[in-house]
């Protein structure tokens, strides 16, 4: 069936520095993939998203980029700060559906 | 305005209680959905209304009952519960069941005894 694979499940980084999270998924007729930030006990908000038209899409600090040929698709935070701490997930959706497919989530731990 | 709101925040029930949990959203959005949480876990889909029908039923228990009154309201009616659906709830919207981007509500984290 349709998986998304999630790397890594935890992420340490010094403040200032950058966070990379990357997902693999694989139904190649995955066409929208966004980013879920979720805080200790809140919902998931969205942070970003892209489109299968698109290979990346920047918004301040945060950019993913997108690898149709090698269903690859990732998140890129610069200059970290400690609120940046939080569960990050990744979900792919395929046209025609309704369902997102979630990663299995990245805890990140910005250390000031 | 992306919120979606959902009451209550937090729910104790015994296994024979009866409760609900409810979810607005005043973003026009015609799809709905429910989803429960585990720890350390990600989202995962149970139900989604579009056009207040319910479209799409994830095989969730009987003792989980979706029901639409309008756009705008989800309620979800709990009964006879067992420990293990402790986990948190979370109601999301989205424009319509296309490939559109689902706004999540806070959640209700929900403890079965």
């Known amino acids: 069936g349709e998986n998304v694979e999630q790397h890594p499940s935890t992420l340490s980084v010094q403040e200032g520095d950058s966070a990379v999270i990357k997902c693999t998924y694989s139904?190649?007729?995955?066409?929208?993939f966004p980013w879920y930030k979720q805080e200790l006990g809140k919902g998931p908000q969205l942070i970003i998203d892209?489109?299968?038209?698109?290979g990346e899409k920047k918004d301040q600090r945060i950019a993913v980029t997108l690898n149709k040929t090698a269903k690859h698709f990732s998140l890129h935070i610069t200059e970290t700060q400690p609120e940046d701490s939080a569960v990050y997930f990744c979900a792919a959706r395929t046209s025609g559906t309704y369902k997102y497919i979630f990663g299995t989530g990245t805890r990140l731990k910005v250390l000031a | 305005d992306t919120e979606v709101t959902q009451t209550p925040k937090h729910l104790v029930m015994g296994m024979t209680n009866k409760k609900s949990l409810k979810c607005e959203q005043h973003?026009?959005?015609?799809?709905m959905y429910w989803y429960k949480q585990k720890a350390k876990k990600p989202p995962e889909l149970m139900f989604v209304y579009s056009y207040e029908k319910l479209s799409i039923n994830e095989s969730v228990p009987s003792r989980f009952s979706p029901e639409c009154p309008n756009s705008s309201l989800l309620n979800l009616h709990l009964h006879a519960l067992q420990p293990e659906d402790s986990a948190l709830y979370l109601c999301a919207s989205s424009q319509s069941q296309g490939p559109e981007t689902q706004y999540f509500g806070p959640g209700t984290r929900l403890l079965v005894l």
């Open positions: 892209i489109r299968s038209n698109v």
């Open positions: 973003m026009g959005h015609r799809a």
């Open positions: 139904d190649s007729a995955s066409n929208y």
